[in-house]
């Protein structure tokens, strides 16, 4: 399709689809709707009252009792760390993959009898045997999944680019997969592998995006709104969010129909994708597969190793302080105030070693950044004890801080750990808040 055509289909003949359902296409979209929120309420009802035990179980297959106390540091980085729209847009996209999963049967019989009422002229069925389709659909799987860890990876990294980034890919690929899911049924009742379907959308890749924006962008509205409500937890928005977009899961069927059909019109043009070309895309997505298991599994084991911090036993040698102040003018311009030293003696009672990279402590006057200081690493083998030689250097920067707020010398102050968990990864703790102390 020209680019003219291909925003006529996204935003004008797709949409229309809703107003040409007729008896038979309008009870199995009744049926999808009643069999997914049935699907979708129970399991959400079992999940919400049986959370806690099943959090309980799930813990106890992963991991030893003694990370279990790390669910929670591990919930709260994740919930932090990424930004509202990736979070919401992770979710949206797995309710695509749960629907798809339940709800498969359905949407291809709507999808088909929506095509024979509408007379769209593609030529008889030709399916692929069920072996087939289950080696396509799982690689199906094995792409959301490889894309969503990518793109959560790097919204861990706490900058401004990095979270611009991780949002763009994470719409991109929210509409892209959205029209893969909804339109691909139609190319495969006809014999086309995703390989070849997935071209097809590239080739079309605005008429693609625009209709995943078109019936998405209700449910984002709306997902922004449900994870601003501080009293949800994270299960509780995703199912909200789950049985939400379930109707515009539903009511797209039509409109992907539409586009397949005229998509359908293009494959004798196109080419098969070149089996070299399939093994490189194999590879690349393989080798995305295991890095982002590797990195999400090392990430996890790095929490684990900190979170001994805060079991271990500390004694300061009160007698080994020792502070070299440089100037008071250093205070105002940013730079290095002083080193601070002592020993202190470390006693790890764990069975795991305790690594302390390089880290450092933020502290602010009402959002702005007055001083960091800087700590040194160091390590704790598991079971034994370690005197050790703290080094702090201090950066303090009071220029941008007013009189009124110098005035107000104990409101406004927060301090702020960050510990390297992966290299530019930082695990935030909040040391204090004088507003909520």
């Given at each position: 399709?020209?680019l003219?055509?291909?925003f ?5 003949e797709?949409p229309a689809?809703?107003?040409q359902?007729?008896?038979r296409s309008?009870?199995l979209?009744?049926i ?6 049935s699907i979708?309420?129970l399991?959400g ?6 959370q806690?035990s099943m959090?309980?179980?799930i813990l ?7 990370w279990?106390s790390l669910s929670?540091k591990?919930y709260?980085?994740f919930f ?8 919401g ?10 629907a798809?999963i339940f709800?498969?049967?359905?949407k291809e019989k709507?999808s ?7 007379g769209y002229?593609n030529g008889?069925y030709?399916?692929?045997p069920?072996?087939?389709q289950?080696?396509?659909e799982t ?14 990876w ?5 900058y401004?680019w990095?979270?611009v980034i991780?949002?763009s890919l994470?719409y ?5 997969t959205?029209?893969?899911?909804i ?7 006809h ?6 379907i997935n071209?097809?959308?590239f080739?079309?890749l605005i008429?693609?995006l625009l ?5 998405s962008?209700?449910a984002?509205?709306i997902s922004?709104?449900?994870?601003s409500i ?5 299960l509780?928005?995703s199912?909200?969010l ?7 899961i539903?009511i797209?069927?039509?409109?992907g129909?539409a586009?397949?059909?005229h998509l ?5 043009q196109?080419?098969?994708v070149a089996?070299?070309?399939k093994?490189?895309g194999y590879?690349i997505m393989?080798l995305?597969?295991i ?5 999400h599994?090392r990430?996890i084991q790095s929490?684990?190793?900190?979170s ?5 036993e ?5 007698d ?8 008071l003018?250093?205070m105002?311009?940013g730079?290095?105030i002083?080193?601070l ?11 795991y ?8 402590i933020?502290i602010?006057k009402n959002?702005k950044q007055?001083?960091k200081?800087a700590i ?7 079971g ?7 080094k ?5 920067n009071?220029s941008?801080v007013t009189?009124g707020?110098i005035?107000?010398?104990l409101?406004?102050?927060?301090m702020e750990m960050h510990?390297e968990l992966?290299p ?5 703790i909040?040391?204090?808040d004088?507003?909520?102390d």
């Amino acid at each position: 399709m020209n680019l003219v055509k291909q925003f006529k289909v996204g935003l004008i003949e797709s949409p229309a689809t809703l107003f040409q359902h007729k008896k038979r296409s309008s009870l199995l979209l009744l049926i999808y709707l009643l069999v997914g929120l049935s699907i979708f309420a129970l399991f959400g009802y079992v999940l919400l009252e049986n959370q806690s035990s099943m959090k309980q179980a799930i813990l106890d297959y992963l991991f030893p009792e003694s990370w279990h106390s790390l669910s929670e540091k591990l919930y709260s980085f994740f919930f932090e760390s990424q930004s509202k729209q990736v979070l919401g847009n992770a979710i949206l996209s797995g309710s695509l993959v749960i629907a798809s999963i339940f709800l498969f049967p359905i949407k291809e019989k709507y999808s088909a009898v929506f095509e024979k009422e509408q007379g769209y002229p593609n030529g008889p069925y030709q399916e692929f045997p069920l072996w087939l389709q289950g080696i396509e659909e799982t690689r199906l799987f094995l792409f959301y999944l490889t894309a969503q860890m990518i793109i959560l990876w790097i919204g861990y990294y706490p900058y401004f680019w990095t979270e611009v980034i991780s949002v763009s890919l994470s719409y991109f690929f929210l509409f892209y997969t959205f029209g893969l899911d909804i339109i691909s049924p139609t190319l495969q009742r006809h014999r086309v592998k995703y390989s070849k379907i997935n071209k097809l959308l590239f080739r079309n890749l605005i008429c693609t995006l625009l209709f995943g924006l078109l019936f998405s962008l209700p449910a984002i509205v709306i997902s922004q709104w449900i994870l601003s409500i501080e009293t949800l937890n994270l299960l509780e928005i995703s199912i909200a969010l789950f049985i939400l977009n379930l109707f515009f899961i539903a009511i797209s069927i039509p409109a992907g129909t539409a586009i397949g059909s005229h998509l359908l019109k293009e494959n004798t043009q196109v080419i098969n994708v070149a089996t070299s070309t399939k093994i490189l895309g194999y590879l690349i997505m393989t080798l995305g597969l295991i890095s982002g298991l590797v990195f999400h599994s090392r990430l996890i084991q790095s929490m684990h190793h900190k979170s001994q911090i805060l079991k271990a036993e500390y004694a300061i040698d009160f007698d080994s302080f020792d502070f070299n102040f440089k100037s008071l003018g250093s205070m105002l311009t940013g730079d290095s105030i002083g080193d601070l030293k002592f020993n202190l003696t470390i006693d790890n009672p764990t069975e795991y070693d305790m690594a302390f990279e390089n880290s450092q402590i933020y502290i602010f006057k009402n959002s702005k950044q007055v001083s960091k200081v800087a700590i040194e690493g160091f390590s704790v083998p598991a079971g034994e004890e370690k005197e050790i030689t703290m080094k702090f250097n201090a950066k303090s920067n009071f220029s941008e801080v007013t009189l009124g707020e110098i005035s107000q010398a104990l409101d406004g102050w927060t301090m702020e750990m960050h510990i390297e968990l992966f290299p530019g990864i930082p695990f935030i703790i909040q040391l204090m808040d004088s507003d909520n102390d």
